[in-house]
């Protein structure tokens, strides 16, 4: 065979090898780095898994191929492939601020997935100092860790007991999110998404879950976008 043929025949070979490699496979998808931050419902009580909606919210991520997530935290429970988180049960807004310093110093987050309050209302704390207290502790996270993504849930609005606290409370946590985090509406959870007055079960957790990829995905793209790395 002359060798100008032959040349020929394994240019081709190695055009058609090429041709079939997969470029998409050549970048993995980022990791960004998620603090889920509350009190118990953050914890995960009242669900089968005891993971909560950090379960729901891991699979619809892993769903798609955009990013990753590494959930952090000093706290592990669950059935879920990352158990880390910073659920604290009973805790106040106080007790979080306390702690959450040296939390975000070790872990470093992208975003702090933020639902805390409901237990200062519980204990008779009033809505707007209670408000007040979320505002301190929203200005901490950021000191501490600046360029952090903040994702706030506002508390269940079906609270029993609670629900003219928890408008108060939410309503002037959605004045201060303007540019400052993004702020999301907890679902209104029936009697059947609940355990009881105050924790959802599977299916409320669920449509926690849901409403935070909603968020965490928008929030995420944006930051893609932006080219902000992880």
């Not at 007790?95 to 997935?113: F, G, K, M």
């Not at 609005?157 to 993004?182: C, E, K, M």
């Not at 009881?196 to 909603?214: A, K, M, S, W």
């Amino acid at each position: 065979m002359p060798l100008r043929r032959l040349a020929w025949l394994l240019l081709a070979a190695l055009l058609a090898v090429t041709a079939c490699t997969p470029t998409a496979a050549a970048a993995a998808p980022p990791i960004v780095r998620v603090m889920p931050l509350g009190d118990s419902i953050t914890a995960g009580l009242g669900s089968t898994t005891g993971a909560g909606y950090r379960l729901p919210l891991w699979t619809r991520i892993a769903a798609q191929s955009r990013y990753r997530v590494d959930y952090v935290g000093s706290q592990q429970a669950g059935t879920v492939p990352d158990p880390d988180h910073e659920g604290h049960r009973g805790w106040k807004i106080a007790q979080i601020r306390a702690e959450v310093d040296a939390w975000l110093t070790s872990t470093h987050p992208t975003y702090v997935i933020l639902h805390i309050g409901i237990n200062d209302l519980a204990w008779g704390a009033n809505p707007q100092q209670a408000a007040d207290q979320l505002v301190g502790l929203v200005d901490q996270i950021q000191a501490r860790q600046p360029g952090v993504i903040i994702i706030l849930m506002g508390l269940i609005p079906t609270s029993a007991g609670l629900q003219t606290q928890v408008a108060a409370y939410n309503a002037r946590a959605r004045t201060i999110a303007r540019q400052r985090f993004y702020y999301v509406d907890a679902p209104a959870l029936t009697p059947g998404e609940m355990v009881d007055e105050l924790h959802p079960n599977d299916g409320g957790y669920q449509r926690i879950g849901d409403v935070l990829y909603t968020a965490l995905n928008r929030a995420e793209i944006s930051r893609q976008r932006a080219g902000t790395s992880p």
